[in-house]
């Protein structure tokens, strides 16, 4: 897979190159050091994922995100950074980010590059456990224009505070296989993959389509 790789700090961007590039399967087919860069070497190299930090020179990372994502609704972001501050979670999700990763989450970037360019959508550790808090200081959800129903949305909103089906279900009074069976009806009425997305999409609350459909 080819990505366009971009960080303020030169020392980050050659180490990551030599590490992403030791797996075999990515092809760093470019570099930059600000968002206009990362702009720019998007539009020349049109490449399947663009590996972004947050805080950068001249233009941040989700400005140009946003700029990539205006340009190419289908482009893969994934964001690596240092910061797990709230408002640039609550950011990069809106505008569509396929993934949040911590660079202190060094043994995971590989396989989240492989994931997002799967077409999964991917969050760090620290990030997961930050969605419920999260959660709690935004307005109330409706989903009824997506299709879904009120028991539906309920499965929805426990699935993203990352229960488990049979805590699930103890709360909505189902079954454990009818609650699996829900949630497989879910992904599939709103073209989800997994569980992840299923909380990034119910996070972002409609703010824009479901973050990955399937391809």
């Known amino acids: 897979m080819r990505i366009i790789l971009v960080d303020d700090d030169p020392v980050v961007t050659a180490s990551l190159k030599t590490i992403l590039e030791a797996d075999g399967e990515i092809d760093v087919v470019g570099i930059g050091n600000n968002g206009n860069e990362a702009v720019h070497l998007y539009q020349a190299h049109q490449p399947d994922i663009a590996l972004l930090d947050i805080q950068m020179g001249e233009l941040s990372g989700l400005e140009a995100a946003k700029e990539i994502l205006q340009q190419d609704p289908n482009a893969k972001v994934l964001f690596l950074t240092t910061f797990s501050d709230d408002?640039?979670?609550?950011?990069?999700?809106?505008?569509?980010?396929?993934?949040?990763?911590?660079?202190?989450?060094?043994?995971?970037?590989?396989?989240a590059i492989k994931a997002v360019y799967a077409g999964q959508s991917v969050l760090g550790s620290e990030v997961i456990t930050k969605l419920p808090t999260l959660m709690e200081h935004t307005n109330k959800k409706d989903l009824s224009r997506f299709g879904i129903e009120a028991k539906e949305e309920q499965i929805i909103s426990l699935v993203a505070k990352g229960l488990s089906n049979k805590e699930i279900a103890s709360i909505v009074y189902l079954g454990e296989g009818t609650v699996r069976n829900y949630i497989s009806a879910i992904l599939e009425k709103l073209g989800l993959r997994d569980r992840t997305q299923l909380?990034?999409?119910?996070?972002?609350?409609?703010?824009?389509?479901?973050?990955l459909g399937r391809r």
Do not use: C, E, N, W
Not at 87 to 111: C, E, H, T
Not at 199 to 211: D, E, L, R
């Open 199 to 211: 909380a990034v999409f119910y996070y972002t609350s409609g703010a824009m389509p479901p973050p």
């Open 87 to 111: 408002d640039y979670i609550v950011s990069a999700l809106r505008i569509g980010a396929k993934g949040y990763m911590l660079k202190q989450d060094f043994d995971k970037i590989v396989p």
